[in-house]
């Protein structure tokens, strides 16, 4: 189960990387993993200081750390 999480981890940092500040309720569609295993991978990122999070209106967007959200 560890690595699938570590996996789905690398493809929400890879789509981050390329596309910048995304809503947490596209992200799982966009890197065609499913919702809960995306969640897992967000949460795995979010303890390693990996992301940011914004909330834009009713919209929460996550982004990486070093990046600005869009």
Known sequence: M??????AAGRIWQYLDKHGATALINLSQRVKVRPQMA???I????????LS???AGRIM??????????
């Open 53 to 55: 999070f914004v909330k």
């Open 39 to 41: 969640a897992m991978a």
């Open 43 to 50: 949460g795995w990122l979010a303890r390693e200081g990996k």
């Open 61 to 70: 967007k996550v982004n990486l750390r070093d990046r600005r959200a869009a």
């Open 2 to 7: 560890e690595a699938q999480i570590g996996e």
